[in-house]
Every structure is written in structure tokens, then in C-alpha cells.
């Protein structure tokens, strides 16, 4: 008889609400990936004061201007051409954020290399999707002159006012890379271009969090040290979405 009972006990021990329902454990976060971003390249350093040099020597050269020689007639002008003080270099531009949240510009040498700078823009990032999918835009950053002694590099700069297609929507700022823009330069590190989601922070956002990007190879165009222009690329052949971003000091 004792052995019936002690059935009966293990089997109502197995009929608990606790052991047939167990609890499902909660998906684990993505494993944070080793960082294997470098730091961008300084070549060509002394390029700059070498090409002086050679332009004041060149300069010192006779020009001869012979009677025949005439500048060509353009029927509708001018082409569009950089001016020659402007330098252009191709760079990767990144705009990420939080759908809720605002979004950042990363500028990297390339998807290889640690941001060269971050500038958190006063936009929400499905604002900004929502205008990029209606047409052009234009993101202008404007920061005031300081005195000389004062001065920093243009990206340098810690506050900007934010404009975009003609409408202030408040302050440009930039800050220091933190562990998620990290992570995120990483997982994009294979992507040249593109757009999509990614897995996002669920302590940050909730557990649907996602975290959006577009990235591009933008045309960045130095025009003086207070203006500097980003100019984003599309595929040849792809009528994209177009994009300009601004920054200026006046």
C-alpha cells in the first residue's frame, strides 16, 4: 500500500502549475562583436605644403599668351564645375538611429576604419525617412565664427544649428563614439552601401526596438576651412533618394 501512495505524490508533483508550464527563457541578446575597426589612415600628410612649393615655383614661370589663343564660348554657360580652391575626397557616410529616436551621421575613411566623427542631428530618424522617401534633402549645419586664438577644425565643432529643406529643426551635436555606435560601425563593417534594420538595444528601446541605417559613399567637398559639403552617391543607374548635408560657419 505504501508504494501506490508514493506514486500518487510524485504524480501530483508532476501535475504543479509550475512543472508542465515551465517558463520560456527570454531570446539572449546578440554577443557584442570584437572590434576590429582600425584607425583611419594619415597619409599624403605633407602632400599639401609639397604642392606649395611646387605651385609657387611653377607660378614663378613666364606665361606666354599667344594673340591666337581664345577661351571657348559656352551656348548655355558655364559648366557646373568645383571652383579651384575646393578639394573633394570620397568618404562613408552612416545614418543610424532608433525609428523614435534621433538619428546620427557617422563619417568614416571607410566601412573599415573607426568614425573620423558623429554628429547626433535634431531629427527623428522616421522623419528624416519619410522626407528622404518624398525627394531631395538638403541638411545644412551652421555654427558661428570664433575668434582666431579659438578656432577648431569645422567637424570639430560641438553645436550646430540644423536646418533641413529650408526649416530649422534645432541643434546639430556632436559627441564622442560610444559602445553602440561601435557595435554598429562593426555589424555595418562588411556593407558598403545599403539600407535596412538591425537587432536593437531592448534595455534601451523595448524588446521591438529596431535600429535603422542608410549608408552611401558621400562626395565630401572642402570648400574652405569654414564650409565643408557632403554629397551622397548613388549606384550608376539607380535614381535614389538625394541627399546634401551642409556644414558652414558664419
Known sequence: MGEPKSRDSAASKDDSPTSSAPSTPAAPPLPRQPLSLV???????????????????????????PAMCKMPVYPGGLPDIR?????????????????????????????????????????QTNVLQKEMGSGMVRIALECEKRPEKDKVKLLEEPLWSMFCNGK????????????EDFHVMELLRPVSMGGGVLPGNSDAEGADGELA??????????????????????????????????????
Request: with cysteine; proline share 7%; glycine share 6%.
Open 39 to 65: 584607425q583611419p589612415s594619415q597619409k599624403k600628410k605633407n602632400r599639401p605644403k609639397m604642392f606649395r612649393v611646387f605651385r609657387s615655383v611653377f607660378r614663378s614661370f613666364p606665361i606666354v599668351s
Open 83 to 123: 571652383t579651384p580652391s575646393s578639394s573633394s575626397r570620397k568618404v562613408t557616410g552612416t545614418l543610424f538611429g532608433y525609428r523614435k529616436g534621433k538619428v546620427s551621421l557617422s563619417i568614416q575613411e571607410n566601412p573599415k576604419c573607426l568614425p573620423t566623427a558623429i554628429v547626433e542631428l535634431a531629427m
Open 213 to 250: 541605417y542608410i549608408r552611401a559613399h558621400f562626395e565630401r567637398v572642402v570648400g574652405s576651412k569654414d564650409s565643408e559639403t557632403l554629397y551622397m552617391l548613388s549606384p550608376e543607374g539607380n535614381n535614389g533618394p538625394e541627399l546634401s548635408i551642409f556644414f558652414v560657419r558664419i
Open 168 to 179: 530649422k529643426t534645432g541643434y546639430g551635436v556632436k559627441r564622442e563614439a560610444n559602445e
